[in-house]
């Protein structure tokens, strides 16, 4: 039986710790590290370690979906 391909979701830089928490608890999913290149203002092609959320794709997409709607609240407050 192969094994279901797992999906990334880089967390993007700034979120606060209390949003991953939440993500972790409510979500099947586990938080990695990527090495990932940024190409913007004084960081071109510097080398950056990220987190990420992995999971199944369908899982992923909610996390995407909860996590956005959680950042749009914080930034309106």
Not at 13 to 20: E, F, L, N, T
Not at 33 to 47: C, E, L, P, Y
Not at 57 to 69: D, G, I, M, N, S
Request: proline share 4%; glycine share 4%; hydrophobic share 40%.
């Amino acid at each position: 039986m192969a094994e279901e391909e797992l999906y990334d979701m880089l967390v993007p830089p700034g979120v606060p710790r209390k949003m991953i928490y939440d993500v972790v608890e409510k979500y099947d999913v586990e938080v990695v590290r990527r090495q990932r290149k940024m190409s913007f203002a004084n960081m071109d092609g510097d080398a950056r370690e990220l987190i990420a959320f992995r999971g199944k794709k369908e899982v992923v997409e909610e996390v995407q979906k909860y996590l956005f709607e959680q950042l749009k609240e914080f930034v309106a407050e």
